[in-house]
């Protein structure tokens, strides 16, 4: 703790950069809320017990130029008041050992702070054109709150990253949480998606029942699109390809109403990922 703020029964929003945050949208979503909010930080986990420092190396960043400073791979909370509402805004990168205790000492902070309910934010490369609106999907403690929140529910099994295991222990103790993820598409070599950040910051707006100031991201998410476009008029093999998508997309009403097929990508990616890793 470097600080102690007065929080009345605040909401949790983390993602983690790696694994589930293709595009880095997740984190670019969160990171753009800690702005926008003027989010103050007040907590952070010391990385040494949960990170390989060859595999997640820390970075050197200059400081005016001239001073060198080492930032450390961590996870690190801010806290912003939003309409009356406390939010908690938490941001790191996924840890290379000790899931259990990291996931642990989550939960039990999330709880110390009062929080009353928690949501992840993911997101996955998937067979989506880019010049469409951005599909998101999600899941809830139950069918009902699902159902409520108009989200369609995960039949994924197979592999996981933090932010699972993250929301499954919160969910198994009582700490109500709702993942959001939005899709990117698989073919854009961009290593930044602001349009689907774009589309995780409206739906967390919408989720949570606040406003949130788009003005500074859709300009950004239109930027990423017209570059997309521009690239991709160079290669007609393709063009034909995102047409393909695109009349795929209209025939099936934006990945069919009930979500079925976007979790049937989330199912693919999840599982590609894993396979990836363990060959």
Do not use: C
Not at 42 to 58: G, I, K, M, N, S
């Amino acid at each position: 703790m470097e600080q102690d703020p007065d929080l009345d029964a605040p909401v949790l929003v983390m993602a983690f950069r790696g694994w589930n945050d293709a595009g880095d949208a997740a984190s670019g979503a969160v990171e753009y809320l800690r702005e926008q909010w003027h989010g103050r930080r007040f907590a952070h986990l010391d990385p040494e017990e949960f990170y390989d420092f060859q595999v997640t190396r820390p970075t050197v960043e200059l400081i005016e130029g001239t001073t060198r400073r080492i930032d450390w791979p961590q996870l690190t909370f801010w806290h912003a008041r939003v309409e009356d509402r406390d939010i908690v805004l938490g941001l790191g990168t996924e840890p290379n050992l000790k899931w259990k205790t990291f996931t642990h000492e989550i939960v039990s902070f999330a709880r110390e702070l009062g929080v009353t309910r928690a949501v992840t934010l993911g997101a996955f490369l998937a067979d989506v054109a880019h010049t469409r609106e951005v599909p998101v999907v999600g899941t809830a403690p139950s069918p009902e709150e699902s159902k409520r929140l108009g989200l369609a529910p995960s039949r994924y099994q197979g592999p996981t990253g933090i932010v699972g295991v993250v929301a499954d222990l919160a969910n198994r103790t009582a700490l109500p949480t709702v993942s959001l993820w939005a899709a990117s598409p698989h073919y854009v070599s961009s290593s930044e998606n602001p349009k689907a950040a774009l589309a995780l910051v409206e739906r967390l707006g919408s989720l949570l029942e606040v406003t949130i100031d788009l003005s500074d991201l859709m300009p950004a998410a239109q930027a990423w699109e017209d570059s997309i476009d521009e690239q991709v008029r160079q290669n007609e093999a393709l063009v034909d390809y995102i047409s393909g998508l695109e009349e795929a997309d209209d025939e099936l009403g934006a990945m069919d109403s009930d979500g079925d097929g976007l979790a049937e990508e989330i199912e693919r990616f999840l599982e590609q990922r894993g396979g990836a890793e363990g060959s």
